[in-house]
Nanobody, 120 residues
Framework: QVQLVESGGGSVQAGGSLRLSCAAS????????MGWFRQAPGKEREFVAA???????TYYADPVKGRFTIFKDNTHTVYLQMNRLKPEDTAVYYC??????????????WGQGTQVTVSS
Protein backbone atom coordinates (compact mmCIF):
# COMPACT_ATOMS: atom_id res chain seq x y z
CA GLN A 1 0.00 0.00 0.00
CA VAL A 2 1.18 3.52 -0.80
CA GLN A 3 1.11 6.30 1.78
CA LEU A 4 -1.45 9.01 1.06
CA VAL A 5 -0.97 12.67 1.90
CA GLU A 6 -3.84 15.17 1.87
CA SER A 7 -3.34 18.91 1.59
CA GLY A 8 -5.13 22.12 0.65
CA GLY A 9 -7.47 22.56 3.59
CA GLY A 10 -8.02 25.81 5.39
CA SER A 11 -10.57 28.21 6.84
CA VAL A 12 -13.05 30.02 4.60
CA GLN A 13 -16.30 31.91 4.83
CA ALA A 14 -19.52 30.26 3.71
CA GLY A 15 -19.78 30.47 -0.06
CA GLY A 16 -16.03 30.28 -0.53
CA SER A 17 -13.92 27.68 -2.31
CA LEU A 18 -11.02 25.35 -1.58
CA ARG A 19 -9.14 22.77 -3.62
CA LEU A 20 -7.85 19.68 -1.83
CA SER A 21 -5.06 17.47 -3.16
CA CYS A 22 -4.24 13.83 -2.53
CA ALA A 23 -0.75 12.61 -3.39
CA ALA A 24 1.05 9.33 -2.86
CA SER A 25 4.49 8.63 -1.49
CA UNK A 26 6.30 5.45 -2.41
CA UNK A 27 4.25 4.95 -5.54
CA UNK A 28 1.48 6.38 -7.69
CA UNK A 29 -2.29 6.29 -7.63
CA UNK A 30 -2.59 5.35 -11.28
CA UNK A 31 -4.09 1.90 -10.76
CA UNK A 32 -6.75 2.69 -8.16
CA UNK A 33 -10.23 4.12 -8.10
CA MET A 34 -9.90 6.95 -5.58
CA GLY A 35 -12.21 8.77 -3.25
CA TRP A 36 -12.55 11.48 -0.67
CA PHE A 37 -14.08 10.98 2.77
CA ARG A 38 -14.71 13.40 5.60
CA GLN A 39 -15.27 13.26 9.32
CA ALA A 40 -16.99 16.07 11.19
CA PRO A 41 -16.72 16.53 14.97
CA GLY A 42 -18.85 13.96 16.77
CA LYS A 43 -19.71 12.10 13.58
CA GLU A 44 -18.44 9.04 11.76
CA ARG A 45 -16.38 9.25 8.60
CA GLU A 46 -18.56 9.53 5.50
CA PHE A 47 -18.06 9.18 1.77
CA VAL A 48 -17.82 12.39 -0.25
CA ALA A 49 -16.72 11.66 -3.82
CA ALA A 50 -14.95 9.05 -5.94
CA UNK A 51 -13.36 8.77 -9.37
CA UNK A 52 -12.41 5.82 -11.57
CA UNK A 53 -8.68 5.23 -12.00
CA UNK A 54 -9.05 6.28 -15.63
CA UNK A 55 -10.37 9.68 -14.58
CA UNK A 56 -13.73 8.94 -16.14
CA UNK A 57 -16.86 8.17 -14.13
CA THR A 58 -17.32 10.11 -10.91
CA TYR A 59 -19.57 9.62 -7.87
CA TYR A 60 -20.79 12.10 -5.28
CA ALA A 61 -22.62 12.02 -2.00
CA ASP A 62 -25.93 13.89 -2.16
CA PRO A 63 -24.91 16.78 0.16
CA VAL A 64 -22.06 17.84 -2.16
CA LYS A 65 -23.59 17.23 -5.59
CA GLY A 66 -23.38 20.33 -7.74
CA ARG A 67 -20.83 21.97 -5.47
CA PHE A 68 -17.82 19.62 -5.37
CA THR A 69 -15.84 18.18 -8.28
CA ILE A 70 -13.33 15.33 -8.08
CA PHE A 71 -10.70 15.02 -10.79
CA LYS A 72 -7.19 13.74 -11.54
CA ASP A 73 -4.25 15.16 -13.43
CA ASN A 74 -1.57 13.42 -15.48
CA THR A 75 0.54 12.79 -12.37
CA HIS A 76 -2.43 10.90 -10.88
CA THR A 77 -2.81 13.39 -8.08
CA VAL A 78 -6.46 13.41 -7.02
CA TYR A 79 -8.18 16.72 -6.37
CA LEU A 80 -11.42 17.81 -4.77
CA GLN A 81 -12.59 21.22 -5.92
CA MET A 82 -15.06 22.51 -3.34
CA ASN A 83 -17.23 25.48 -4.28
CA ARG A 84 -20.06 27.27 -2.46
CA LEU A 85 -18.88 25.80 0.80
CA LYS A 86 -21.31 25.54 3.71
CA PRO A 87 -20.65 25.35 7.46
CA GLU A 88 -21.84 21.73 7.41
CA ASP A 89 -18.88 20.93 5.13
CA THR A 90 -16.58 21.54 8.09
CA ALA A 91 -14.62 18.33 8.67
CA VAL A 92 -11.29 16.62 8.31
CA TYR A 93 -11.03 15.37 4.73
CA TYR A 94 -9.24 12.14 3.84
CA CYS A 95 -8.48 10.34 0.61
CA UNK A 96 -8.27 6.61 0.04
CA UNK A 97 -8.56 4.00 -2.66
CA UNK A 98 -12.22 3.13 -3.15
CA UNK A 99 -14.10 0.00 -4.12
CA UNK A 100 -16.69 0.78 -6.77
CA UNK A 101 -19.64 0.38 -6.68
CA UNK A 102 -19.74 -0.07 -2.89
CA UNK A 103 -17.69 3.13 -2.32
CA UNK A 104 -15.97 1.53 0.65
CA UNK A 105 -12.38 2.48 1.44
CA UNK A 106 -9.69 -0.05 0.55
CA UNK A 107 -6.43 0.91 2.24
CA UNK A 108 -6.46 0.01 5.91
CA UNK A 109 -4.27 2.93 6.99
CA TRP A 110 -5.57 6.48 6.68
CA GLY A 111 -3.49 9.60 6.25
CA GLN A 112 -3.57 12.57 8.59
CA GLY A 113 -6.25 14.28 6.55
CA THR A 114 -6.63 18.00 5.93
CA GLN A 115 -8.89 20.26 7.98
CA VAL A 116 -11.60 22.26 6.24
CA THR A 117 -13.38 24.87 8.35
CA VAL A 118 -16.28 26.89 6.94
CA SER A 119 -17.62 29.74 9.01
CA SER A 120 -21.00 31.41 8.67
Amino acid sequence: QVQLVESGGGSVQAGGSLRLSCAASGGTLSSFDMGWFRQAPGKEREFVAAIRWSGGTTYYADPVKGRFTIFKDNTHTVYLQMNRLKPEDTAVYYCNAVMIPTLASIFRSWGQGTQVTVSS
